[in-house]
């Protein structure tokens, strides 16, 4: 799980902040409409903080790239996320490179602070991004990648898909033998209590996202159960003042960022166990769950009459179940065999081996634990900028 929380979206005519509007329509006004193909060095899919990141150090080479969002409006996957999400990590970790997130650097932003912030730092660098424009394939045809957007054809030499790995939720296969009566939503799609018909909840994925929303459940006066293995949890309250100060430090610029990497025995033996269950519990902690009155479970393992059961046998009676359980990159999209057999794709350091040109930042641990962590992605971005320089050097030479 993203420790910040960790995200397409459809065609609009919605404008940037009021000032920016006019870099906006700058930025839409460069696509063709006449069907011919457009040519870039780099298009970049995904318009996040993992591709602004990825712009901001193409830019600074002086290569001609597009930056491809599939929402409406820059910082949308954020605006959209449950209303009371606020960051995981204190703002002083939030900025990208190159911008400082503007608030007290201990405090936690809102999502919506977040969303604002991708959007003033996409137009304080001038990034070319297009917003409202879905990729529906990439794939190649000789030395070029071809991504179809919006119903028009873009080629490069280069392309850099720059998305975490929540992209497309996975729920169970069982979900589909719930009594039609249960009324059942992703966390994609959960934004507030009033969502849900009155009744008992059970919120099945215990990670960050999962202890997020059933708190924000049974502060509603609901019953809630919360069911699945238990991630761990940081041993520390993240927000007493000292811990901000001495130990969040540690924890995020060294452990999550230098120790638990692909280069080091440690981050090795970590990374099967962070792929499968997420990063540990970093605010809302099992004890407070408890406190608060949500009942923590087993996992839940099937139907039983129409009603979820749990790894226990219990069969619970509830109105509603709200979907934890992960996300995938959702790759269907991609026409290209660069995946392992688990959906993950085949890649170092962001570098797709068997498809010279071919490009990841943004997916879980791709190579440490802070790769899908706001302070993680710049290291990132900046390694494979640096490596598509370097490549188009070479084929200059």
């Known amino acids: ?226 069911s699945g293995r238990n991630p761990g949890e940081v041993p520390f309250p993240i927000e007493n003042p000292l811990v901000k100060r001495v130990v969040l430090p540690i924890l995020f610029r060294v452990v999550f960022h230098r120790i638990l990497t692909v280069d080091t025995p440690m981050g090795r033996k970590a990374r099967p166990d962070f792929m499968k269950k997420g990063l540990p519990l970093i605010r809302t902690k099992f004890a407070h769950l408890a406190a608060a009155g949500v009942t923590l479970a087993p996992r839940t393992e099937g139907v039983s009459g129409g009603r979820p059961k749990l790894a226990d046998g219990t069969v619970l009676d509830v109105a509603s179940v709200v979907w934890c359980t992960g996300f995938d990159i959702g790759r269907q999209w991609i026409d290209l065999p660069v995946f392992d057999d688990h959906d993950e794709p085949i890649q170092h350091k962001g570098i797709v081996p068997d498809e010279p040109g071919l490009y990841f930042v943004g997916p879980h641990f791709m190579y440490s634990a802070s790769s899908t962590m706001i302070h993680g992605i710049g290291r990132d971005a900046q390694r494979v900028a640096a490596a598509i320089g370097q490549r188009m050097k070479s084929r200059v030479a």
Not at 78 to 97: E, K, Q
Not at 142 to 153: K, L, T
Not at 162 to 178: G, T, W
């Open 1 to 226: 799980m993203n420790s910040n929380l960790d995200a397409g979206g459809v065609t609009s005519s919605a404008p940037l902040l009021e000032e920016g509007a006019a870099f906006e329509q700058l930025a839409r006004g460069n696509g063709r409409s006449d069907g011919v193909p457009e040519h870039f060095d780099v298009i970049v899919i995904g318009g996040g903080q993992a591709g602004l990141s990825v712009g901001h150090h193409l830019a600074r080479q002086g290569v001609r790239f597009v930056i491809l969002e599939g929402y409406p409006r820059i910082g949308d996957s954020w605006r959209t996320r449950w209303d009371s999400l606020r960051l995981f990590t204190p703002a002083r970790y939030d900025g990208l490179d190159g911008l400082r997130f503007p608030a007290p650097p201990h405090s936690f932003p809102t999502k919506d602070e977040m969303a604002d912030y991708l959007e003033a730092y996409a137009k304080h660098f001038q990034l070319p991004v297009r917003t409202g424009t879905r990729v529906e394939r990439l794939t190649r045809e000789g030395d070029r990648y071809v991504v179809i957007a919006g119903g028009r054809r873009l080629e490069a030499d280069h392309v850099v898909v720059a998305m975490a790995s929540y992209q497309r939720p996975r729920v169970p296969a069982f979900a589909q033998d719930l009594d039609p009566r249960i009324v059942q939503m992703k966390s994609l799609d959960y934004r507030r209590p009033g969502q849900l018909p009155p009744g008992d909840v059970l919120v099945v994925g215990a990670a960050n996202s999962g202890a997020e929303i059933a708190l924000d459940l049974v502060r509603s006066g609901r019953r809630v159960w919360l």
